[in-house]
Antibody, heavy 121, light 109 residues
Framework: EVQLVESGGGLVQPGGSLRLSCAAS????????MSWVRQAPGKGLEWVAN????????YYVDSVKGRFTISRDNAKNSLYLQMNSLRAEDTAMYYC??????????????WGQGTLVTVSS | QSALTQPASVSGSPGQSITISCTGT?????????VSWYQQHPGKAPKLLIY???KRPSGVSNRFSGSKSGNTASLTISGLQAEDEADYFC?????????FGGGTKLTVL
């Protein structure tokens, strides 16, 4: 059974940093692109970033470029999101998601339950 | 403002069919067959219903179908059931990024 379990969320002050983790199991992690998608309270979904199987390609939404870094450790079956210079508008539930097949853009076929990030003073 | 435009709400009675539209541009929906649809119940993670415009993942009911014409994609749900009441989001590749619609709340009357 495919499982994605996020951790690392919490309350952080504006300008602060946080590192999210996603532990994957039940599939061959190294054969899939992986993504982070966020959802502000009561709002819609927003794609944040994705990363290729070997980590050689990474893409980001414009609003987080230069502040967030996506990475992965295939030996540990783990996905990460380093978030720096956090702003109030980054407050959201952050979901880890697996990209279907070997593609980067076909669709996110498995999702974790999310970890909540709150940016507030 | 979301990149893709969806109606805020739709409704239907059990057994009926409904269609949710998702309007983008020639830079996203219109240029790529990489539209996906997600169902989200309150407090739950999204679930993939349709990928690559019209393909269904294994385990997804054939009551859900997707299509595309020009810059507009559509999700049709036939034989509406009470458990279909949820939020639905469309999504498209847009050139090295992904864009979502604002979401549509489906109410089953």
């Amino acid at each position: 059974e495919v499982q994605l379990v996020e951790s690392g969320g919490g309350l952080v002050q504006p300008g602060g940093s946080l590192r999210l983790s996603c532990a994957a199991s039940g599939f061959t992690f190294s054969t899939h692109w992986m993504s982070w998608v966020r959802q502000a309270p009561g709002k819609g979904l927003e794609w944040v970033a994705n990363i290729k199987q070997d980590g050689s390609e990474k893409y980001y939404v414009d609003s987080v470029k230069g502040r967030f870094t996506i990475s992965r450790d295939n030996a540990k079956n783990s996905l990460y999101l380093q978030m720096n210079s956090l702003r109030a508008e980054d407050t959201a539930m952050y979901y880890c998601a697996r990209e279907s097949g070997g593609s980067a853009w076909s669709g996110r076929d498995y999702w974790g339950q999310g970890t909540l990030v709150t940016v507030s003073s | 403002q979301s990149a893709l435009t969806q109606p805020a709400s739709v409704s239907g009675s059990p057994g009926q069919s409904i269609t949710i539209s998702c309007t983008g541009t020639s830079s996203d929906v219109g240029s790529y067959n990489l539209v996906s649809w997600y169902q989200q119940h309150p407090g739950k993670a999204p679930k993939l219903l349709i990928y690559e415009v019209s393909k269904r993942p294994s385990g997804v009911s054939n009551r859900f179908s997707g299509s595309k014409s020009g810059n507009t994609a559509s999700l049709t749900i036939s034989g509406l059931q009470a458990e279909d009441e949820a939020d639905y989001f469309c999504c498209s590749y847009a050139g090295r990024r992904v864009v979502f619609g604002g979401g549509t709340k489906l109410t089953v009357l």
